[in-house]
């Protein structure tokens, strides 16, 4: 009788354990495609801002046709981006492409006394504050699942959950070798 | 600003100085510990507070002791339970903040959402102080309902990384339900100071009672008195000097966890530097809410001591710069 008991409530023990491992999991990947869509939302908001920007900047440089080209190309590719791989990628294009643009930039002093283009600057860099902001948010997630589910006891359920290492979101080298443009200096 | 070095999970200090002991601890631990350290302060004002109203009656009605530890315990718990609930009305209107817009201040704005992304906290209800002396509070029960204000004065003194650490140190103070428990505790506290004031009028009046009885007194009840009296004069003090050092080691963790979330620990320490040196109109504030301020508006430069809601701002800018 005693024995039956002790067992009983020893496996109540193990799947309350089970239960509470389970739900860490599923929290943590929530918490990490969640943070994918904030960063998500900045993506569509910068290339929303792009053509208003383009407009303003071609009225007083339009023979920068490389640098207009490049940021149009980075945009087709964010909105017809099919997965993470996809919009993390033309994320860092249409990061490169705007460096460069705002780095030309410099050279009209028309343009950078523009009302509208100043505006436009703030808001630009500010969602690229908010992308790199996201981002780090995201790999943290990121983080935290893979180390819940790389270590005991956590290892032990991820397996007949499916579930396996999720990759963090790098900068390209070359990104990182872009001039940084003003972000910061907008004071 | 380089932005790009913000993606690179090996860069994380996930380990920071425990001010008490100087060990290297995890965050997330010392943030766990904290949060236990903070209840079972909070909880052993409380039995102290139902102590004393026990004493209390011991010493001058035994007959009614159960009467007295309810009431005590209602009016600690109706007093802390107002001041959780409304702790950020409180606050801003103590303050004489307004509301933020973001035509008016867009930069600020911007800044906070950013920072909010990174602490993966919501976007707080932003304020805005109209006082050129530079600082900050953060205040709300919960993460949805937190609010952060800044006064002019930060504003026109600090750029923008600068900015962004003070912004996510209180986002910090938020993310770490310190204001929930400042609060809860600044009531308890408040209470036990309200307690004792309440039975020094009642003893007055029943202590002169009790003495026309008390021939008839038992030992028991003359032993309660002496124990009444010493909590009386020790439990405001030691309530007081608890809640100052849970609030300074709350200033540490705060500074810690904003330079994680900023990963930038420089900008911190250099607005705390900035506000160091600060010499100008300092803002009038209660009291009563100095403590929820980014630097104490009230204490003397570099004041310490155990008394002091802040640590010193030179402890605070050394501690990051060794992060």
Redo the contacts between chains.
Sequence with gaps: MTSTIVVLVLLAALVLFVVNIYNRIITLEN?YQN?WS?IDV?LKRRNDLVPNLIETVKGYAAHEKEVFDNVGRARAAMAGAKNVDQSAEAANMMTAALGRLFAISEAYPELKANENFKLLQ??LS?V???I??????Y?????QYNTVIETVPGVFLANPMGKSRHV????PEE??AVP?VS????? | MTTSTRSAPSRLPDAITDPATGQRISLLDWQAGNMRASWLLGAGVVLMLVAIAYLVALALEPGAALFFVVIAVVVATGMTFAAYWFSDKMALAASGARAATREEHRYLVNVTEAVSLGAGVPVPRIFVIDSPAPNAFATGRDPKHGVVAVTTGLLDLLDRQELEGVVAHELAHIRNYDIRFASLLAATVGAVVLMRDVILRAMRFGGARGRGRSSGGGKGQALAMVALVVLLIVAPILATLLRMAVSRRREYLADATGAYITRNPEGLASALEKLRDFSGERLQVSEGVQHMFFVNPLAKRNAHGLFSTHPPIQERIDRLRRV
């Design positions: 918490r943070a904030q900045q703030e808001e500010s690229e504050n908010k790199a902001y996201a981002r780090q948010f790999n943290d997630a990121v983080l963090y979101l790098e900068v990104d990182k940084q972000f910061g200096a907008t004071a």
